[in-house]
Structures are given as C-alpha cells and as structure tokens.
C-alpha cells in the first residue's frame, strides 16, 4: 500500500459515472484509450501519472484508492463529487456586462471561450447576450460522480 509522502505510480483512465455522458472519458494516461476514445491530444505525453500521496496533486478519491492499493493491484474505484472535482456552486457563476469583457484584448465573448478573472481563477463563458456575459468558473466536472480504472505500477520513497 502507498503511505503518506510516498511516490505512487499509476496508469488511470478516468470516466464520467453517471447522466448522459456517463462511459465518457475524460483523462487518461494511456494513449492507446486515448485514441481510441477520441480524446488524444498530440502536445500531451502519456506516460504513467507520478504523484506525492496525501498532498493533494489528484482528486482526493484517487489518493484514497492508491493508499489501499498493492504494487501491481488495479480497480475501478466509483468517486462521488465532494471527493473528486467538487460540488457545482452556483456563486461561481459569474455574469459581466459584455462590454467590460469585450474591452479586455484577450476576450471575444464568445461562448466556451476560456477567461481568467482578476484573482486568476479561469472560468469558461456559458452564455452571451446583448448586455451580459455569463462565465462559469467551477471545474468543468464540479457535481458529478466519476469512476477511475487505476493500476498502481510502483510506490517508494524518493526522499
């Protein structure tokens, strides 16, 4: 099993759980899942993810499946929203008056452009209308259950 502050080792391949897009893939680091499930991208390396346990560098559902987990062990691990990228919060959906963001060189308005607000957060524009622009900054899966195929390849101590 992986401890705290240990190095663990790992293929994943993770996937919406539940709705319409449930089956969904979206991350993994096998590139053979990655093309064929039409989600490769050519400037990403895919390689095993090497994370530090317990400081918090992947959803907290995954650290606590790695930590159960023996060298050469896989499963799939179901993780519920507050343990995986977080409940949907509706404060984070921001409206603007168009013509402030349309002011910003980097902004077209458009929707599904990405934008950053002043405190760098990065958010994403759901909605465009004659006055206002409507940016959404929780994370793109906040409220949904997903599922992790993980195979811990290696763990040690690299201290």
Not at 27 to 44: L, N, Q
Not at 143 to 149: S, T
Request: zero cysteines; a negative charge; aromatic letters at 6%.
């Amino acid at each position: 099993m992986a401890s705290q502050g240990e190095v663990a080792v790992v293929h994943f391949t993770g996937r919406i759980a539940e709705g319409e897009d449930e089956g969904e893939v979206f991350d993994t680091t096998d590139v053979d899942v990655a093309m064929s499930e039409d989600v490769y991208h050519g400037h990403r390396d895919y390689k095993p993810l090497e994370f530090r346990v317990g400081e918090q560098k992947v959803v907290p559902g995954l650290d606590d499946a790695v930590r159960e987990m023996e060298v050469g062990e896989e499963r799939t691990v179901r993780v519920e929203p507050e343990r995986a990228f977080g409940e949907r919060d509706e404060s984070k959906v921001v409206e603007y008056p168009r013509e402030d963001l349309e002011a910003r060189s980097d902004v077209t308005a458009e929707p599904g452009e990405l934008v950053r607000s002043e405190t760098g957060e990065t958010g994403w524009i759901t909605e465009v209308n004659d006055e206002t622009v409507t940016v959404d900054f929780n994370h793109e899966l906040a409220g949904l259950a997903v599922e992790f195929d993980v195979k811990l390849l290696n763990r040690h101590d690299d201290g």
